[in-house]
C-alpha cells in the first residue's frame, strides 16, 4: 500500500513552454499533498504543500505565479510549471500524507518517484 | 537558514559492519523525526521515524536514536549490507503545522562487500 505516482517521469521541453507534473495516490486518499525540487547533490527543497480543494500555500520564495497547483480531487494534484526556463530544470518529487494515517498520528509523507524535467 | 544539517556528505561502510548517519538540528519545536533512504532519479522511501517524546525505536537492522538534549539524531543499520548503499535523508517536522518535512542534506552511504 501508500503508493505514489507520479506522470512524465522524464520530460523536455523548450524555453516558454509549460508543463504539467501530475502526482496521484494510488490507495489511499490524501487531502494534502506536498511538491519538492532537488538540485544535483543537494537536498529536497519544499516547494508547497497542496491542500485538497483550497489554495497552495508555497514557501518563501516560491513563485505561485510560476508554479501552478492543483489539488483538485483527494488523490490527485498538478504541478504546472509556466514559461520554463533552464534555470527551472530540476527533479520534481510530489510526496502524499494518507488522510487516515495522519489521525492516528502517523507522520509518514510517501513520495513519489520523482519527475525529471530538462528546459532547453 | 539550515535547520536540519546532515553534515557528513559520505559515509564508507565494510559489509557487516556498523553504519551510523548523523544529523543534528537547530529548532527544538520539532516533534517529530524520520529517516528516508533514495536511490538517484528515485523518490525518497520512507525507512524509519522517531516523535520527540522517545530516544530510541528500533525496526529490524535500523535503529534510530535522538538526543533532544543535542538536538542531534542518528540512524544506525547493522549489519549494513551492499543493497544498504544510497543517499539517507534524515527530516523533522512539527505536528501542528499540517506536516512540513524540513530535510537535511542528505549522507551518501557506501557499502563495500
Known amino acids: 500500500g501508500a503508493v505514489v505516482s507520479q506522470h512524465p517521469s522524464r520530460v523536455i521541453c523548450k524555453s516558454g513552454t509549460s508543463v504539467k507534473i501530475e502526482c496521484r495516490s494510488l490507495?489511499?486518499?490524501?487531502?494534502?499533498m506536498f511538491w519538492y525540487r532537488q538540485f544535483p547533490k543537494q537536498s529536497l527543497m519544499l516547494m508547497a504543500t497542496?491542500?485538497?480543494?483550497?489554495?497552495?500555500?508555497?514557501e518563501q520564495g516560491v513563485e505561485k505565479d510560476k508554479f501552478l497547483i492543483n489539488h483538485a480531487s483527494l488523490t490527485l494534484s498538478t504541478l504546472t510549471v509556466t514559461s520554463a526556463h533552464p534555470e527551472d530544470s530540476s527533479f520534481y518529487i510530489c510526496?502524499?500524507?494518507?488522510?487516515?494515517?495522519?489521525?492516528?498520528?502517523?507522520?509518514?509523507?510517501?513520495f513519489g518517484p520523482g519527475t525529471r524535467l530538462t528546459v532547453t | 537558514d539550515q535547520q536540519v544539517k546532515q553534515n557528513s556528505p559520505s559515509l564508507s561502510v565494510q559489509e557487516g559492519r556498523i553504519s551510523i548517519l548523523n544529523c543534528d538540528y537547530t529548532n527544538s519545536m520539532f516533534d517529530y523525526f524520520l529517516w528516508y533512504k533514495k536511490y538517484p532519479a528515485e523518490g525518497p522511501t520512507f525507512l524509519i521515524s522517531?516523535?520527540?517524546?522517545?530516544d530510541k525505536n528500533e525496526d529490524g537492522r535500523f535503529t534510530v536514536f535522538l538526543n533532544k538534549s543535542a538536538k542531534h539524531l542518528s540512524l544506525h543499520i547493522v549489519p549494513s549490507q551492499p543493497g544498504d548503499s544510497a543517499v539517507y535523508f534524515c527530516?523533522?517536522?512539527?505536528?501542528?503545522?499540517?506536516?512540513?518535512?524540513?530535510f537535511g542534506q542528505g549522507t551518501e552511504l557506501s557499502v563495500k562487500p
Open positions: 490507495d489511499f486518499q490524501a487531502t494534502t
Open positions: 522517531i516523535s520527540s517524546i522517545k
Open positions: 497542496s491542500n485538497e480543494g483550497s489554495k497552495a500555500t508555497y
Open positions: 510526496s502524499a500524507r494518507d488522510q487516515r494515517g495522519w489521525r492516528q498520528g502517523d507522520h509518514e509523507q510517501y
Open positions: 527530516a523533522a517536522t512539527f505536528y501542528n503545522q499540517g506536516g512540513k518535512l524540513i
